[in-house]
């Protein structure tokens, strides 16, 4: 998930270091950094482990949970990944590697204390990638998997916009959103004029954009566009050929994830939920859970589904000892 607004930085806001929070030191190739998480809840048998989109996005949109995972009894952990909201955020494009993230998210791991009784990994978009690539290497940790709004192959996103979203655009507001993109011209306004109601508000959240939750337009407003564009490219249909995410593909790898897991797909997503059922059927012990009102965000756009979808997974999980 993306927007071509301008990244505001986090330096000098409040830390938010209270109710739950704490600062990880992680390692990388070049130093260490610290990365910041919140925990809600306490259940010594149920920890889930949020990953927020972008790549580069935050955590605030994924605060819908608080309106239902207390209730149910579930303890989850926010966390921004380096170089997002508010965890330190080095000006070094060599850290934007998706393996390095796998280890970060390791890192963090150890640090909560989390393990195969209790943890549960969770991925909403981005996050989903990297939720899958944790899966493979390290998939002894978990509890359980949860894959939210992501396709197991970029490719293959790419072609679902071309030859799903895109046709079903205004030709000529598709024609100068390209335009735009072919001209490096995506901070001008004219972008987001036209993204917004043209596909944003059909593919990214059902809802007009000015009515959008404060949690959503917070993390869109906080995006780190250094990271987005180098992992995703600048173009918000489809994934641009010189991402360097836009090979990337797991499909003929997910039979390998044996932990139980839970694949979320929705009807008017930028994910096409056809693949993402196919993506259930493929993992061992895969679960589909469809939202049929909701899009990319369905955890705001058809949230009854999403989250008694959810909770049901994880209540359902088995004990792992």
Not at 197 to 206: A, D, F, G, N, Q
């Amino acid at each position: 998930m993306g927007t071509a607004e301008r990244y505001l930085d986090y330096s000098g806001r409040e830390d938010r270091l209270s109710g739950g929070a704490r600062r990880i030191p992680v390692n990388t190739p070049v130093g260490r950094f610290d990365v910041w998480t919140r925990r809600v809840g306490n259940n010594p048998e149920l920890k889930v482990l949020l990953l927020h989109g972008g790549p580069g996005c935050t955590h605030e949109y994924l605060e819908a949970c608080d309106s239902y995972l207390p209730a149910a009894g579930i303890e989850y952990y926010y966390y921004d990944q380096l170089g997002s909201g508010f965890s330190d955020q080095p000006d070094d494009p060599s850290l934007w590697e998706l393996d390095r993230f796998v280890d970060e998210v390791e890192q963090v791991r150890r640090a909560l204390g989390l393990g195969r009784g209790d943890f549960v990994l969770y991925g909403q978009s981005w996050g989903g990638i990297l939720a899958i690539e944790y899966a493979l290497a390290y998939q002894e940790h978990l509890r359980g998997l949860v894959i939210s709004n992501m396709m197991a192959s970029a490719p293959a996103y790419t072609t679902y916009a071309e030859q799903v979203l895109m046709p079903a655009m205004d030709q000529d507001v598709l024609a100068e959103i390209k335009a735009l993109e072919a001209a490096g011209d995506i901070e001008n306004p004219r972008y987001m004029e036209l993204l917004m109601p043209s596909y944003y508000e059909h593919h990214t959240l059902r809802m007009p954009a000015d009515n959008w939750p404060d949690p959503v337009q917070r993390a869109f407003a906080h995006i780190n566009q250094k990271i987005y564009v180098q992992m995703q490219g600048p173009s918000e249909l489809g994934m641009s050929a010189d991402a360097k995410l836009a090979n990337w593909d797991r499909v003929a790898d997910l039979q390998r994830i044996e932990v139980p897991t839970l694949v979320i797909g929705a009807r008017y997503d930028t994910m096409d939920p056809a693949h993402m059922e196919m993506m259930a059927g493929l993992l061992p012990r895969g679960r589909y859970l469809y939202c049929p009102r909701g899009s990319h965000l369905a955890l705001y756009d058809d949230q009854e589904t999403y989250f008694a979808g959810l909770i049901g997974f994880l209540r359902d999980l088995p004990t792992r000892t």
